[in-house]
T-cell receptor
Framework: DTEVTQTPKHLVMGMTNKKSLKCEQHMGHRAMYWYKQKAKKPPELMFVYSYEKLSINESVPSRFSPECPNSSLLNLHLHALQPEDSALYLC?????????????FGAGSRLTVL | RKEVEQDPGPFNVPEGATVAFNCTYS??????FFWYRQDCRKEPKLLMSVYSSGNEDGRFTAQLNRASQYISLLIRDSKLSDSATYLCVVNMGSARQLTFGSGTQLTVLP
């Protein structure tokens, strides 16, 4: 069982819908991440939160809106997505940002935009 | 030049074979190095960290050459269950943390 839990596992949404992806970890990690992964490609970093503050936004379109309500939770709010946004969205966490920390991934939320 | 480069494969090997994957990285200030394994439609999972002295975990051996900025993974006595994509991952010590190679696909054949 993964120590980073993501819900839902699968999500199908229309381009006008609003939905959210949720992520939870109880490892005491203070850095949390959202990645997007397309088929046969490595994960691409979207956002990094450190101590509940957004520290990195990799020029992600505003139709993706991250939120970190507390040190254990990370959300990704989705609105007016495009079909090309269909992908596996991976949440991850690690100890506070340094050069040595192992990053642990959740099982992902597979998103299909119709 | 990509920050982390891997041979994408695919590597198709028979059971019991020894297979080696290589990876190079461009940033000499990189701080830590990992091999992650990703099964089809699953999340990446840490296979092993890579240390300058080299390290071994059962059938898996990882090597790091900082002078050449080169990382390797050796799998001995391949099993069917080793079939996966192997991601070379480098932590450059920045807030972005991990930089991924494109992954090397391995299929172990019966």
């Amino acid at each position: 069982d993964t120590e980073v839990t993501q819900t839902p596992k699968h999500l199908v949404m229309g381009m006008t819908n609003k939905k959210s992806l949720k992520c939870e970890q109880h490892m005491g990690h203070r850095a949390m991440y959202w990645y997007k992964q397309k088929a046969k490609k490595p994960p691409e970093l979207m956002f990094v939160y450190s101590y509940e503050k957004l520290s990195i936004n990799e020029s992600v379109p505003s139709r993706f809106s991250p939120e970190c309500p507390n040190s254990s939770l990370l959300n990704l709010h989705l609105h007016a997505l495009q079909p090309e946004d269909s992908a596996l969205y991976l949440c991850a966490s690690s100890q506070p940002l340094s050069g040595a920390n192992v990053v642990t991934f959740g099982a992902g939320s597979r998103l299909t935009v119709l | 030049r990509k920050e982390v480069e891997q041979d994408p494969g695919p590597f198709n090997v028979p059971e019991g074979a020894t297979v080696a994957f290589n990876c190079t990285y461009s940033n000499s200030a990189s701080q830590s190095f990992f091999w992650y394994r990703q099964d089809c439609r699953k999340e990446p999972k840490l296979l092993m960290s890579v240390y300058s002295s080299g390290n071994e975990d059962g059938r898996f051996t990882a090597q790091l050459n900082r002078a050449s900025q080169y990382i390797s993974l050796l799998i001995r006595d391949s099993k069917l269950s080793d079939s996966a994509t192997y991601l070379c991952v480098v932590n450059m010590g920045s807030a972005r943390q991990l930089t991924f190679g494109s992954g090397t696909q391995l299929t172990v054949l019966p």
